[in-house]
């Protein structure tokens, strides 16, 4: 899923990442692409998670995980960094999440009943960045489908999400008033296995 992710990253590309699988795009970014990463606790230009030895306890994205400088790192406040996500000066950010619906309203910061730290900046990434991608499973640990027609949870966006990208298939769509497509299956995987995996509708 990282892996797919990444190959919607374009060269000049200001980029935030989400926690979990979303971290690991960084990983796949192609060479000849320059892309900077940037973190809502006030870092631009992320560089990769740091060797064992070279592991530096202060230097830490927004999921709390160490990662290393680049040499144009460059550290500003809270406040300016979520001025460069809300005023629209993030390119993309790829998101986690526990469901989307076939209208684009993404949930992925609460399941009511159960101790979580809050959204965090999801809430201003989805209202201020151009693009917004999600990876997640298909379905959830207990069978049940996450791309629906209606979100369950409580929602962190209306209508935000342009991309899906699941350990099934990618679903994409032309605009936010487009239903989404079913633009690949993974390897292995079929249409009928994804439509049975599925409760939202979509363009096949």
């Known amino acids: 899923m990282a892996a797919r992710a990444a190959r919607e990253l374009d060269d000049g590309f200001f980029v935030n990442l989400?926690?979990?699988?979303?971290?690991?795009?960084?990983?796949?970014?192609?060479?000849?692409?320059?892309?900077?990463?940037?973190?809502?606790?006030?870092?631009?230009?992320?560089g990769p998670f740091p060797t064992e030895d070279a592991v530096d306890a202060?230097?830490?994205?927004?999921?709390?995980?160490?990662?290393?400088?680049?040499?144009?790192?460059?550290?500003?406040?809270?406040?300016?960094?979520?001025?460069?996500?809300?005023?629209?000066?993030?390119?993309?950010?790829?998101?986690?999440a526990m469901e989307v619906s076939q209208g684009g309203d993404l949930s992925n910061w609460m399941v009511p009943g159960k101790m979580v730290k809050g959204p965090g900046g999801a809430m201003d990434l989805v209202a201020g960045v151009k693009r917004i991608i999600v990876l997640m499973d298909h379905v959830d640990k207990a069978g049940n489908p996450k791309f629906r027609r209606e979100n369950t949870l409580p929602?962190?966006?209306?209508?935000?999400?342009?991309?899906?990208?699941?350990?099934?298939?990618?679903?994409?769509?032309?605009?936010?008033?487009?239903?989404?497509?079913?633009i690949e299956l993974a390897p292995g995987v079929t249409a009928q296995d994804v439509a049975e995996r599925t409760e939202a509708e979509y363009l096949a």
């Open 155 to 182: 929602y962190t966006g209306r209508n935000v999400v342009d991309m899906i990208v699941t350990d099934l298939a990618v679903f994409e769509r032309e605009n936010r008033s487009s239903p989404f497509r079913l």
């Open 58 to 96: 202060d230097i830490i994205n927004a999921g709390k995980q160490t990662i290393t400088e680049l040499r144009r790192t460059a550290y500003v406040s809270s406040a300016d960094s979520f001025a460069m996500i809300r005023g629209g000066h993030i390119d993309a950010s790829i998101l986690g």
């Open 18 to 46: 989400g926690i979990g699988i979303p971290t690991l795009v960084a990983n796949y970014i192609d060479d000849d692409i320059d892309v900077t990463l940037q973190s809502e606790n006030g870092i631009l230009g992320l």
